[in-house]
C-alpha cells in the first residue's frame, strides 16, 4: 500500500534557527512528490514539486530535496511567517489514476 | 495565476439536509478533485474528475456524489447531511499529465458544520 509519514509532527524553533522536515514514502513508483504550506483555515498553497532522486528545488528560505525513499524540506533562517502546517504528498504509479497520497504534516511554529 | 474558488468559506447545515458545495477553476484543468480534512486523517480523496460528465470514487465516496457539467465546475453533494461529514472541504485542480504527475492547486476551503 502506499503510504507517506511525515515527521516530527510538530517543531518549535527560533527565528533564525535552520532545520529540516522529513517525508519519507513506500510507493510502487514515484511520478512525482509535491510539498505544500498551509495556514490555519486554509487550502494548502502549492510549494515544490520534485519528480526524481537527486532533485533540488529552491524558494526563499526553504529547499526541497529527493532521494528514492524520503523527502526534506529544508528552511534556512525561518522567519515567523514561516510558521505553518507543510504537507508531503506523492502521485504514485497507478494506471488510470491521478490521485496524491498525503502525509499527515508537520506544523512549524517560528518564535521570534 | 491559478485560481481555484469555492462558493462558500462556512456553511452550517442541519442533519438530514442536502448540501451543495460548489467548486470553479479558471485555468482550463481537466482534472479536478474534492478532499476533507480531518484532525488526525489528514487529507482523503472523495471523488475526482478527469472530464465533463466523467467521475471516479475515491478512497471515501461514501454518502457523497459529485456533479461536472462544465469544465470549470465540480460540485460535491451530500445527499443527507450527518453529524460525521463534519470538516473541511478542499477542491482542488490539475492539469491531465500521462507522464509526470501535475501539480493540484487548491482552493480555500469550505468548513462544514452538521447539526
Known amino acids: 500500500e502506499d503510504q507517506v509519514t511525515q515527521s516530527p509532527e510538530a517543531l518549535r524553533l527560533q527565528e533564525g534557527e535552520s532545520s529540516s522536515l522529513n517525508c519519507s514514502y513506500t510507493v510502487s513508483g514515484l511520478r512525482g512528490l509535491f510539498w505544500y504550506r498551509q495556514d490555519p483555515g486554509k487550502g494548502p498553497e502549492f510549494l515544490f514539486t520534485l519528480y526524481s532522486a537527486g532533485e533540488e528545488k529552491e524558494k526563499e528560505r526553504l529547499k526541497a530535496t529527493l532521494t528514492k525513499k524520503e523527502s526534506f524540506l529544508h528552511i534556512t533562517a525561518p522567519k515567523p511567517e514561516d510558521s505553518a502546517t507543510y504537507l508531503c504528498?506523492?502521485?504514485?504509479?497507478?494506471?488510470?489514476?491521478?490521485?496524491?497520497?498525503f502525509g499527515q504534516g508537520t506544523r512549524l511554529t517560528i518564535n521570534p | 495565476d491559478v485560481k481555484v474558488t469555492q462558493s462558500s468559506r462556512y456553511l452550517v447545515k442541519r442533519t438530514g439536509e442536502k448540501v451543495f458545495l460548489e467548486c470553479v477553476q479558471d485555468m482550463d484543468h481537466e482534472n479536478m478533485f474534492w478532499y476533507r480534512q480531518d484532525p488526525g486523517l489528514g487529507l482523503r480523496l472523495i471523488y475526482f474528475?478527469?472530464?465533463?460528465?466523467?467521475?471516479e470514487k475515491g478512497d471515501i465516496p461514501e454518502g457523497y456524489s459529485v456533479s461536472r457539467e462544465k469544465k470549470e465546475r465540480f460540485s460535491l453533494i451530500l445527499e443527507s447531511a450527518s453529524t460525521n461529514q463534519t470538516s473541511m472541504y478542499l477542491c482542488?485542480?490539475?492539469?491531465?499529465?500521462?507522464?509526470?504527475?501535475?501539480?493540484?492547486?487548491f482552493g480555500p476551503g469550505t468548513r462544514l458544520l452538521v447539526l
Open positions: 482542488a485542480s490539475s492539469l491531465l499529465s500521462l507522464g509526470q504527475a501535475a501539480t493540484q492547486y
Open positions: 504528498a506523492v502521485r504514485p504509479i497507478i494506471q488510470g489514476a491521478q490521485k496524491l497520497v
Open positions: 474528475s478527469y472530464d465533463v460528465k466523467m467521475k
